[in-house]
């Protein structure tokens, strides 16, 4: 191969929620823009996701979601155990898939087979994340286990030929802070209203990829639509896999594949602390209310820049009523574009080294 050669990548997607799903997403369709070809692997619903938006994607990977309870993440030390066992589950799959495609490159949202095996098959490895930090053990157990956990991820980190980081921040060493990615808002709002058979006027938007808090909050959002004192809003929500649930102005239309032109045509969004439902929010300008997971040290973080807790709950009402309709400017970011330059170059040079 020429040191020219664009790469075939193999990029894995970890399969909890869909946040990481409709990132990979931007940043594979920006790779395939500039030439490379891409290959996706997940699983379950994730890659049910991607599989609905056009790519190739393996359905091979297990991760087990958090355990929920109450609004509260727990069982954290058997969540990282089933974690490995799930991951090691993974690696025969990924180890095939790798060695009848034969990437040059391969780039892990999160997902953990993909770069233990690239590292086995001396493959340049990228990942990506926004979570640098773990921090969700609360027992004595937990903290043990989440010690060793910690230690692995950031030798992860720092073995990596790239790390890219779709957040604003300063670069350095193997690390590449390119801002967030998004997908681009395709319908206005009332194309998207009309699409979904929503009615013209004021609109919630109760958002999230299933958490094990969704029917907890939703219900506790349809309630606080209901008595906010707001005359003629109507209530859409997204995410959904379970039992409808039901009302005179709520429309739940369950997983949707463009829920940022949903975002955008919004009034006001409400959702778990996910970062992609927050960083659609800030593209399209629309003011959003968290409510993270307690002690889930992700979403409590992402909440927490924003001026939420879980205890915000409580005041959904009030919150709904104060912030309903209070848009700011629509915001541009570009994370796709930096980090698939970078992404790119260090196929180059791994091409490089073959020639």
């Known amino acids: 191969m020429s040191p020219a050669t664009v790469p075939k990548v193999l990029y894995g997607v970890s399969p909890i929620g869909l946040g990481h799903a409709k990132r990979s997403l931007v940043l594979a369709e920006e790779l395939e823009r ?34 929920v309870s109450d609004g509260e993440m727990t069982r954290v030390a058997l969540w990282y155990v089933r974690s490995w066992i799930a991951n090691r589950r993974t690696i025969p799959r990924t180890r095939r898939l790798l060695d009848a495609y034969s990437p040059d490159l391969v780039v892990c949202d999160e997902e ?23 921090g969700f053990a609360r027992t004595w157990a937990s903290r043990r286990i989440e010690t060793r956990v910690d230690r692995w991820y950031r030798g992860l980190q720092d073995s990596v030929d790239l790390l890219i980081v779709p957040e604003p921040g300063e670069s ?17 709002p009332a194309d998207s209203k009309a699409f979904y058979g929503l009615p013209v006027g004021g609109m919630v938007l109760f958002a999230t990829s299933g958490s094990g808090l969704w029917r907890e909050l939703a219900l506790r959002v349809k309630d606080a639509v209901a008595n906010a004192g707001l005359a003629g ?57 968290v409510i993270p997971i307690r002690h889930h040290a992700e979403q409590e973080r ?11 709950v409580s005041r959904l009402p009030e919150l709904v009523r104060d912030m309903f309709g209070k848009r700011q400017p629509q915001r541009s970011f570009n994370g796709e574009v930096e980090a698939s330059r970078a992404i790119l170059s260090v196929g180059q040079r791994s091409s490089a080294t073959e020639v």
């Open 34 to 67: 500039r030439g490379a070809e891409v290959r996706l692997f997940s699983g379950g619903k994730a890659a049910e996701f991607i599989q609905g938006s056009g790519f190739r994607v393996d359905d091979i990977v297990e991760d087990p979601v958090p355990h």
């Open 112 to 134: 953990f087979s993909g770069m233990a095996v690239a590292a086995e098959r001396g493959v340049k490895r990228v990942f990506v994340a926004d979570e640098l930090a773990l």
């Open 172 to 188: 350095g060493g193997n690390r590449r802070f390119v801002g967030p990615i998004v997908r681009a808002i395709t319908k206005s």
């Open 233 to 289: 809003v109507s209530l859409v929500m997204t995410g959904n896999r379970g039992p409808k649930i039901r009302g005179e102005t709520v429309y739940d239309l369950g997983v949707v594949p463009d829920n940022q032109n949903l975002v955008a045509a919004a009034d006001l969004v409400v959702s778990t602390a996910g970062k992609s439902t927050i960083d659609e929010a800030a593209a399209a300008g629309t003011p959003i209310i």
């Open 302 to 312: 992402n909440a927490a820049a924003l001026g939420y807790t879980s205890a915000d």
